[in-house]
């Protein structure tokens, strides 16, 4: 079960913390060199993407953050780190 997060920006680091099959909390830390967040932009803006809009219709781009939110922790979380759900 996930805890919390946490972005390291001086070392790249997302540590997540979690509960293991045990009780235990344990960290595990993961390598995220270029934290990306998604922004409103222009209808017009030839790197807006093309798939998804903000929740009111809004068109939106992936640009490079230092300090990732929530919700790029989520997406990282659920679609690059899989084996996380999976504790060893």
């Known amino acids: 079960m996930l805890v ?3 972005y390291l920006p001086s ?4 540590v997540v913390s979690y509960v293991d ?7 595990k830390y993961y390598k995220w060199p270029n934290p990306k967040k ?3 932009c222009d209808d017009e803006d030839s790197e807006k993407d093309q798939k998804y809009k903000s929740w009111d219709g ?3 781009k992936l640009v490079d ?3 990732p939110n929530r919700y790029s922790i989520y997406e990282i979380i659920a679609f690059r780190f899989r084996q996380f759900y ?3």
């Open 4 to 6: 919390d997060t946490q």
């Open 11 to 14: 070392t790249k680091n997302l």
């Open 21 to 27: 099959k045990s009780g235990n909390i344990k960290l």
């Open 38 to 40: 998604y922004v409103v």
């Open 58 to 60: 809004k068109s939106i």
């Open 65 to 67: 953050s230092p300090y």
């Open 86 to 88: 999976l504790d060893k």
